[in-house]
Nanobody, 124 residues
Framework: QVHVVESGGGSVQAGGSLRLSCTTS????????LGWFRQAPGKEREGVAA????????YYADSVKDRFTFIQDTAKNIVYLQMNSLKPEDTAMYYC?????????????????WGQGTQVTVSS
């Protein structure tokens, strides 16, 4: 059983930054494809970013490209999602998930292990 734990959400004003973190139990995160999905009230969950650490590849949705970026800390087994220039439309519950299929954009069905989610709220 793999446990995915994310943290780092909070409330910021537009233009601010937050750093989300994601870690996995049992095996290092690099063994998996890690994806970040978000779901805003009344909307479907969407994949905003994914990282294939061993493959040296990363994906960012157009809506977050150039604002979100992955930072890896292999020693701590943590992957950070650095979120800059946050906008009110980034407000959502963010979920980290671990899977084994690399696809652009990431698909929920490819991720078997999910964290509990962390709330990000951006006020205007």
């Amino acid at each position: 059983q793999v446990h995915v734990v994310e943290s780092g959400g909070g409330s910021v004003q537009a233009g601010g930054s937050l750093r989300l973190s994601c870690t996995t139990s049992t095996y290092p995160y690099s063994r998996y494809i890690l994806g970040w999905f978000r779901q805003a009230p009344g909307k479907e969950r969407e994949g905003v970013a994914a990282i294939h650490s061993r493959g040296g590849d990363a994906y960012y949705a157009d809506s977050v490209k150039d604002r979100f970026t992955f930072i890896q800390d292999t020693a701590k087994n943590i992957v950070y999602l650095q979120m800059n220039s946050l906008k009110p439309e980034d407000t959502a519950m963010y979920y980290c998930a671990a899977g084994s299929i690399w696809r652009r954009p990431p698909r929920e069905a490819d991720f078997g292990y999910w964290g509990q989610g962390t709330q990000v709220t951006v006020s205007s």
